[in-house]
Nanobody, 122 residues
Framework: QVQLVESGGGLVQAGGSLRLSCAASRRTFGNYAMGWFRQAPGKEREFVAAINWSGDSTYYADSVKGRFTISRDNAKTTVYLQMDSLKPEDTAVYYC???????????????WGQGTQVTVSS
């Protein structure tokens, strides 16, 4: 079992930046691929970004490519999502997720956090 706790959400103006953090409970954090998803009101949850266990492979949804950066610190068992040039359409609840590999973490993660709200005002 892996427990995930997100933090760092909030209200920001369009064009601004936020950094989300996701702290994982297990010391075997380094064995897991990690991902971020988001869900806007009235919409389905969608994939945002993923990173492999070592941090040397990253994947992004087209809608955030070039604006968001995923990274991880295995010593701190934490994954981050740096969000720059935010747009009102980025407004959503952002969820952290974990799985055994990047293929699974992008589609059907095993573990989820509780989510953190990001609101971008125009």
């Amino acid at each position: 079992q892996v427990q995930l706790v997100e933090s760092g959400g909030g209200l920001v103006q369009a064009g601004g930046s936020l950094r989300l953090s996701c702290a994982a409970s297990r010391r075997t954090f380094g064995n897991y691929a990690m991902g971020w998803f988001r869900q806007a009101p009235g919409k389905e949850r969608e994939f945002v970004a993923a990173i492999n266990w070592s941090g040397d492979s990253t994947y992004y949804a087209d809608s955030v490519k070039g604006r968001f950066t995923i990274s991880r610190d295995n010593a701190k068992t934490t994954v981050y999502l740096q969000m720059d040039s935010l747009k009102p359409e980025d407004t959503a609840v952002y969820y952290c997720a974990a799985a055994t590999n990047t293929i699974v973490v992008k589609t059907t993660p095993l573990y989820w956090g509780q989510g953190t709200q990001v609101t971008v005002s125009s």
